[in-house]
């Protein structure tokens, strides 16, 4: 009994830390929308994408509103969005994006993340082009004719689909443009019917690396270091 009560409270505790960590990163997400672009959703494509993050991770409307309000406030923090590259153990290239008001301590920070991981941390450009730079958006795939929807997008800069599932079992179909499309792709497909999950800027691998099960354990040592970093908001590698 007790120990079961110990189990439940470790997963408790543990689910409301990644809440806490996706919450953080929204709100992020929010602050610099806001700053690029003001604070109008309907006129600003990236709070648009930001409030819909915000919402496929449960981020309560009055904590959303809030982190919007802050965001306009004349004690509003700035954050500073910076990409470090760097190689995990097994030469597994790792790119991490970050939102932070003090870079010092960030890069500080995941410097001592790679080399406590047997990692190294490298140079701007040094995995960089192991990566795509691609906008992301997730859709409901109930009732989508899914070739009819390509087609339809093509020309708004769609490069390929994909269906997977979210952690619910809920089908989704994936929808990949280059990043420049990504604004176009974005209101093309807001003014079709379907429901919208969540629409990313995204790095993904262009190839993957060849290891283990057990160097592939090592890597995801140091890749939950970095993800739990309170700078770092997503991290990118090419395990497979």
């Known amino acids: ?7 439940r409270k470790h997963s408790m505790a543990a689910r409301s830390d990644r809440m806490a960590k996706a919450f953080s990163r929204c709100g992020k997400d929010i602050a610099i929308a806001v700053k690029g672009g003001g604070n109008s959703p309907e006129s600003n494509p990236a709070l648009r994408r930001a409030i819909q993050n915000a919402r496929s991770a449960n981020m309560p409307k009055d904590k959303v509103d809030a982190a919007i309000k802050r965001a306009i406030g004349v004690d509003a923090t700035g954050y500073e969005e910076l990409v470090y590259e760097g190689y995990g153990p097994y030469g597994v290239a790792i790119l991490v994006e970050s939102a932070t008001d003090n870079p010092t301590r960030t890069v500080a920070n995941v410097r001592m993340h790679f080399t406590k ?70 209101s093309a ?4 019917p379907v429901e919208i999950v969540s629409a990313e800027a995204e790095y993904l691998p262009l190839n993957f690396a060849d290891i283990g099960s057990d160097e ?4 995801l040592k140091l890749i939950d270091r970095l993800e739990n970093d309170e700078d770092v908001q997503k991290v990118y590698h090419t395990l497979p």
Not at 129 to 151: S, W
């Open 1 to 7: 009994m007790g120990r079961s009560f110990e189990n």
């Open 189 to 192: 497909v807001e003014s079709r």
């Open 216 to 219: 592939t354990d090592e890597v």
């Open 117 to 186: 991981f047997s990692g190294n941390m490298g140079s701007t450009g040094s995995v960089g082009y192991l990566f795509k730079h691609m906008g992301v958006i997730r859709i409901k795939a109930d009732g989508v004719d899914k070739d009819e929807l390509e087609l339809d997008l093509i020309d708004f800069g769609l490069e390929d689909t994909e269906l997977d599932t979210d952690e619910n079992g809920v089908a989704l179909l994936l929808l990949r443009c280059g990043f420049n499309d990504f604004g176009r792709l974005q």
